[in-house]
């Protein structure tokens, strides 16, 4: 079965960290991009960040200098670690994966997605 399984969400404080996987089974990881989506309530989804195959990174400015995206290819899993979060953070993330290339900071082809994993920023 293709598909990308995430963990990692939760709640924090406000300024804590938090690091989302994203598990690929099935295909390989490595053979693609890679993206991170949120949906906060109410709003349409929207990108954060993206890897591209030949290892470029690209960040949303509201996420930039707080967020990394990378990959472990021994491990076919894919990450986003999330520092001083802020309660604007707060959303359902998705990684997704497909294609080779970014639009900027946004995954340019989404073949594959993950269920999705809540992460709630609150004192």
């Known amino acids: 079965q293709l598909q990308l399984v995430e963990s990692g969400g939760g709640l924090v404080q406000p300024g804590g960290s938090l690091r989302l996987s994203c598990a690929a089974s099935?295909?390989?990881?490595?053979?693609?991009?890679i993206g991170w989506f949120r949906q906060a309530p109410g709003k349409e989804r929207e990108g954060v960040s993206c890897l591209s195959r030949s290892s470029n990174t690209y960040y949303a400015d509201s996420v930039k200098g707080r967020f990394t995206i990378s990959r472990d290819n021994a491990k076919n899993t894919m990450y986003l670690q999330m520092n001083s979060l802020k309660p604007e953070d707060t959303a359902v993330y998705y990684c997704a994966a497909g294609g080779y290339g970014c639009s900027g900071y946004v995954l340019s082809q989404r073949d594959y997605w993950g269920q999705g994993t809540q992460v709630t920023i609150s004192s």
């Open positions: 099935g295909f390989t990881l490595d053979y693609y991009a």
